[in-house]
């Protein structure tokens, strides 16, 4: 079993909507996650850290869930500049080892 | 200027032939890292370094060398490349905010 697991989508979306992502992590020891935004042949640029609390930035929400071992991207109202691939990034139980997802592609169109 | 730095941005060799991609940072960060990304896998962990002269293997180690004998500098070496080492290779530093990436290496070997 992969240590971290996304849908790779992609999820097609009009401008204005919400849409979601999850993320599955395997190693219940993780302390550490992240979101990362990539955009097409850039590289990844950290969107935003995930608390245990949930944490909000502007239109977007990040939540963790450690019951069922994953962490979650909310967007709302989104936009034509969101259309990227985000991943997320879980620790191990390393600390110096953290495992990126493969990513979750999002198109918003007009 | 201020960041992670690698070079060359493109690059095309041939096989077997040695190759050696660069990465500086100016944050002075202990932790740096080298991965590769291909489509279908993610980013895989090569090697990472947790401090000059301290250097460990990640996922995809095999077929390639690092050094680290300044804390700035974490060059990676490809010791006879093959085909399947066609890759985007980036480079990253990590404080305790997350990771910061560099442009990264688009590496051909034909």
């Known amino acids: 079993r992969k240590e971290v697991e996304q849908d790779p989508g992609p999820f097609n979306v009009p401008e204005g909507a919400t849409v979601a992502f999850n993320c599955t992590y395997s190693?219940?020891?993780?302390?550490?996650f992240f979101w990362y935004r990539q955009d097409c042949r850039k590289e990844p640029k950290l969107l935003m850290s995930?608390?245990?609390s949930g944490n909000e930035d502007g239109r977007f929400t990040a939540q963790l869930n450690r019951a069922s071992q994953y962490i979650s991207l909310l967007i709302r109202d989104s936009k034509l500049s969101d259309s990227a691939t985000y991943l997320c990034v879980v620790n191990g139980n390393n600390f110096n080892k953290f495992y990126f997802g493969s990513g979750t592609k999002l198109n918003v169109k007009p | 200027d201020a960041g992670i730095t690698q070079s060359p941005r493109y690059k095309i060799t041939e096989t077997g032939r040695q190759v050696t991609l660069m990465c500086h940072q100016t944050?002075?960060?202990?932790?740096m890292f080298w991965y590769r990304q291909d489509l279908g896998h993610g980013l895989r962990l090569i090697y990472y370094s947790a401090a000059a002269d301290i250097t460990d293997k990640g996922e995809v180690p095999d077929g390639y060398v690092v050094s680290r004998s300044k804390t700035e500098n974490f060059p990676l070496t490809l010791e006879s490349a093959t085909r399947s080492q066609t890759s985007v290779y980036f480079c990253?530093?990590?404080?305790?905010?997350?990771?910061?990436f560099g442009s990264g290496t688009r590496l051909t070997v034909v």
């Open positions: 190693n219940s020891a993780s302390q550490s």
């Open positions: 990253a530093s990590r404080d305790n905010y997350g990771y910061t």
């Open positions: 944050w002075s960060h202990s932790y």
């Open positions: 995930v608390y245990s």
